[in-house]
C-alpha cells in the first residue's frame, strides 16, 4: 500500500485558515486521497476525498498537485472543535480498508 | 441521520475470558470493516466484509473471528482475552469497496482487560 507522510502536529489560532500538508510520492494512478480526522475519544470521520481535481465540501478544501505526489487539506477558518488528528489515507480498489498511519495533531488556540 | 450503531459501548472482561462486540451499519450499507485502536496509538485494520463474504483481512489474531449476518451486521468474537486486547473496536460501514466510497464511524466499543 501506498504510503503518506504528515507533519506530527501543527498549530493554528482560532477564525485563521489551517493548511494540513501530506506527501504521497508513491502515489499509484488509481488511488484515492482520502481525509480522515479522530476527534478525542471519539470514532475516526470522514473529511473529503479526491483523485486528481481539487475538492471542495462543506467542511474543508482538498488541494492536490499537478502530479498527485502531494496534497493539502484546507481548513477555511479553524474553530476548537477542528482540534483532533488529521489522517491523510491513500485507498485503491484492491481493498477497501483504510491504512492509518501517523497523521497530524492539530491544536486550535483561542 | 441513521449512523453506524455499536454494541456494547464498554465492556470489562477477565483474562481468558470470551467477547462479542457487535456493529449495525447504515442501512442498505453492505460493507462492513473492524479496526482496532490501542492506547496512544492509530486505529489498525483488522478485517472486512462485502456482501456478507469476508473481503480482506488485517492483523487479526487467531483468537479472534467474525462474520457478517443476512441483515448486514456484523460481530466480532474474541476469545481467550489478554490484557493486550484491552483498546477501542471501531465498526465502519460503506456501500461497497470502491476506492471513492466513503468509510463511516461508528462511536467504538471500549474493551477493558483485567
Known amino acids: 500500500d501506498a504510503k503518506t507522510t504528515q507533519p506530527n502536529s501543527m498549530e493554528s489560532n482560532e477564525e485563521e485558515p489551517v493548511h494540513l500538508p501530506c506527501n504521497h510520492s508513491t502515489i499509484s494512478g488509481t488511488d484515492y486521497i482520502h481525509w480522515y480526522r479522530q476527534l478525542p475519544s471519539q470514532g475516526p470521520e470522514y473529511v473529503i476525498h479526491?483523485?486528481?481535481s481539487n475538492v471542495n465540501n462543506r467542511m474543508a478544501s482538498l488541494a492536490i498537485a499537478e502530479d498527485r505526489k502531494s496534497s493539502t487539506l484546507i481548513l477555511h477558518r479553524a474553530t476548537l472543535r477542528d482540534a483532533a488528528v488529521y489522517y491523510c489515507i491513500l485507498r485503491d480498489d484492491n481493498t477497501g480498508k483504510l491504512i492509518f498511519g501517523q497523521g497530524t495533531t492539530l491544536q486550535v488556540k483561542p | 441521520a441513521a449512523g453506524v450503531i455499536q454494541s456494547p459501548r464498554h465492556l470489562i472482561k477477565e483474562k481468558r475470558e470470551t467477547a462479542t462486540l457487535k456493529c449495525y451499519p447504515i442501512p442498505r450499507h453492505d460493507t462492513v470493516y473492524w479496526y482496532q485502536q490501542g492506547p496512544g496509538q492509530d486505529p489498525q485494520f483488522l478485517i472486512s466484509?462485502?456482501?456478507?463474504?469476508?473481503?480482506d483481512k488485517g492483523s487479526i489474531p487467531d483468537r479472534f473471528s467474525a462474520q457478517q449476518f443476512s441483515d448486514y451486521h456484523s460481530e466480532l468474537n474474541m476469545s481467550s482475552l489478554e490484557l493486550g486486547d484491552s483498546a477501542l473496536y471501531f465498526c465502519a460501514s460503506s456501500l461497497g469497496l470502491a476506492a471513492k466510497n466513503i468509510q463511516y464511524f461508528g462511536a467504538g466499543t471500549r474493551l477493558s482487560v483485567l
Open positions: 466484509f462485502y456482501e456478507k463474504m469476508q473481503s
Open positions: 479526491g483523485l486528481t
